[in-house]
C-alpha cells in the first residue's frame, strides 16, 4: 500500500503533464468519476462538510487500523477536488492523516486556480477529513 506522500508525488506527476488549466480542470472531472462514492444512506446533513458552497458528502469508517472514506458532490469541479483528497487520505492510518502535509495542493497549482469560494472549500474539506482520523485515532488508543 502506497504511503501518503508516495500518493502525493503520484498526483503531483500526473498534473505536470497538462500544459495548461484547461485539461488540469479535464483531469480533475475524470478523477471524480472515479471517485469511490458514497451510499445514499450517507447522504445526509450529518455528512455534509460544512464551508462548501456545493454539497460534499464524505463518510468515514474504519477497516482493519485504515481509515477508509467515500465521497460525493453535486459538482463536477468540487466531486474532482473530494475526489483527489479522498485518493491521498483513504487507506490510511488515522495517525499518518493527521500528520499530513497538503503543500501538493499548491504544488500542483489547484489553490491558485480555484475561486476563492472554491478554495475555501478545499480548506474545509481537509479539515473534515483530519477531524475524521482525529476522532478515529481517539478511539483507537
Keep these: 500500500m502506497s504511503t501518503i506522500k508516495e500518493i502525493q508525488e503520484e498526483i503531483i506527476e500526473e498534473f505536470e503533464i497538462f500544459d495548461d488549466w484547461m485539461q488540469r480542470y479535464e483531469h480533475m472531472i475524470e478523477l471524480g468519476k472515479s471517485l469511490?462514492?458514497?451510499?445514499?444512506?450517507?447522504?445526509?446533513?450529518d455528512n455534509l462538510i460544512k464551508?462548501?458552497?456545493?454539497?460534499?458528502?464524505?463518510?468515514?469508517?474504519?477497516?482493519?487500523?485504515?481509515?477508509?472514506?467515500?465521497?460525493d458532490s453535486d459538482a463536477i469541479i468540487t466531486k474532482g477536488i473530494i475526489a483527489v483528497l479522498v485518493r491521498v487520505f483513504s487507506n490510511q492510518h488515522p495517525k499518518d492523516i493527521i500528520e499530513a502535509d497538503t503543500k501538493f495542493i499548491d504544488e500542483i497549482g489547484l489553490k491558485e486556480h480555484l475561486s476563492p469560494t472554491r478554495a475555501n472549500g478545499l480548506?474545509?474539506?481537509?479539515?473534515?477529513l483530519?477531524?475524521?482520523?482525529?476522532a478515529y485515532q481517539t478511539q483507537l488508543k
Aim: hydrophobic share 40%; glycine share 4%; charged share 30%.
Design 36 to 45: 469511490p462514492l458514497i451510499e445514499e444512506k450517507y447522504k445526509t446533513d
Design 51 to 71: 464551508g462548501c458552497q456545493s454539497k460534499v458528502w464524505v463518510h468515514a469508517e474504519m477497516k482493519g487500523d485504515k481509515l477508509v472514506f467515500t465521497a
Design 123 to 128: 480548506v474545509s474539506m481537509i479539515k473534515q
Design 130 to 134: 483530519k477531524m475524521y482520523a482525529l
